[in-house]
């Protein structure tokens, strides 16, 4: 299972939904962590503001992360 790429195990978690279980999948060996933890926890749920947008430019910035996003919620504060 070590030598599975990034891109399946990214296809894989796709079809995962609840942020728990990609949580505890990260947390059974450093190559899943590498993986899932900056790239599919931090953009699983995005609350943002109109007047504080960086999370919004990096996912313009970095289109592959957008397709980890299953919640926005946008404020006007």
């Known amino acids: 299972i070590l030598k599975i790429s990034p891109e399946l195990v990214d296809m894989i978690i ?6 728990r279980y990609v949580l ?3 947390l ?4 899943f962590k ?3 933890i900056p790239n599919h926890l931090h953009f699983r749920n995005i609350s943002v503001s109109f007047s504080r ?3 919004l430019d990096l996912l ?3 289109p592959a992360l957008a397709r980890n996003v ?7 504060q």
């Open 53 to 55: 947008h960086r999370r």
């Open 28 to 31: 059974t060996c450093r190559l």
């Open 60 to 62: 313009i910035r970095r």
């Open 70 to 76: 299953r919640r926005i919620r946008i404020s006007d």
């Open 24 to 26: 505890r999948l990260a």
């Open 14 to 19: 796709d079809f995962v939904d609840e942020g």
């Open 34 to 36: 590498d993986i899932l």
